[in-house]
């Protein structure tokens, strides 16, 4: 069995571990983590879950997620190096909504570039748990039962017909040519958006559609972090024949500067993506 599978396979397997755990640990801890963000119980109890299982495979050389400060594991030695975001969205779990569980999967040590990726994937917590893989150019749902995850769709392409659009942020914190699209956007799709950049995304690659979490005017390198959420997004989406982009171009080309460093997300169906750098370049 290829290290890819074994990684693969271990994040499918403690898929109902983690969720099978959030019951009980809806609450704040005392620490933030490296984004200065609040962490709760979950966060962590993902995180660790994770990490052990996962750094224990041979071929895994370091792991490194939104929730620690550094990279575990030996960053000299052979092996893929890991990115995760082990609950995102995680604020849903206050009012009971969607969350996931990002990877990425690194043929370079962090910070490293999208284009370094071997795989990506996430898991969905929703009414079921589902998980994403992207290897290559392939993109592949299955559904996760008793820590076994069996095929249900397979060569995932985005609808050509767009339907969801999805926007983070709050509007007034919008740039003037951002809410121009949006403005645009709103007259022709649905809304979709959950609080959870993992939940939306899969709407989008279930319905065809666009996501954006944008740079806001008090931040303009957004809110979602490159090596955890953007890149193996990015990564998914197009394989799966979409965009994504920072705003100028793929969020894979986007130069790695650090571990947590943020950037502009947007990603969906190239049409949109097009036309939403289009709108940010006037
Ligand atoms: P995380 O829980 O991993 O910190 O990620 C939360 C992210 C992302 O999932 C979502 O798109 C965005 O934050 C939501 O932000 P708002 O609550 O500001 O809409
Ligand atoms: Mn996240
Ligand atoms: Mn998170």
Known sequence: MSTLTRIIDTVAATAPDIRAGLTGRRTYEAEENPSGEAQLAADLYADDLLSERLLALDGVATYASEERDDIDGNPDADGYHLACDPLDGSS??????????????YD???????????????????????????EGDSVTEYVIEDG????????????????????????????????????????????????????DVNQVLTYGGIFAYPGLQSRPEGKLRLQFE????????????????????SLLSVEATGLHQRVPVHVGNSRLIDRLEAALAD
């Not at 370079?108 to 570039?113: K, M, W």
């Open 92 to 105: 849903n779990l206050k009012s009971n909504n969607t969350m996931g569980t990002i990877l990425g999967v």
């Open 230 to 249: 953007g890149n193996p997004i990015a990564y998914i989406v197009e394989a799966a024949g979409g965009r994504s982009s920072d705003g100028t171009g």
């Open 148 to 199: 076994d995850k069996r095929a249900v769709r397979e060569d995932i392409t985005l609808p050509p017909e767009p339907v969801t659009y999805g926007f983070g942020g709050r509007v007034p914190e919008w740039t003037p040519a951002f809410t121009e699209f949006a403005r645009e956007i709103e007259q022709e799709l649905k809304l979709r958006y959950g609080g959870a950049m993992i939940g």
């Open 108 to 134: 370079a040590p962090l910070p490293a570039s999208g284009h370094d990726l071997v795989a990506a994937a996430y898991v969905l917590f929703g009414p079921i748990t589902t998980m994403i893989v992207a």
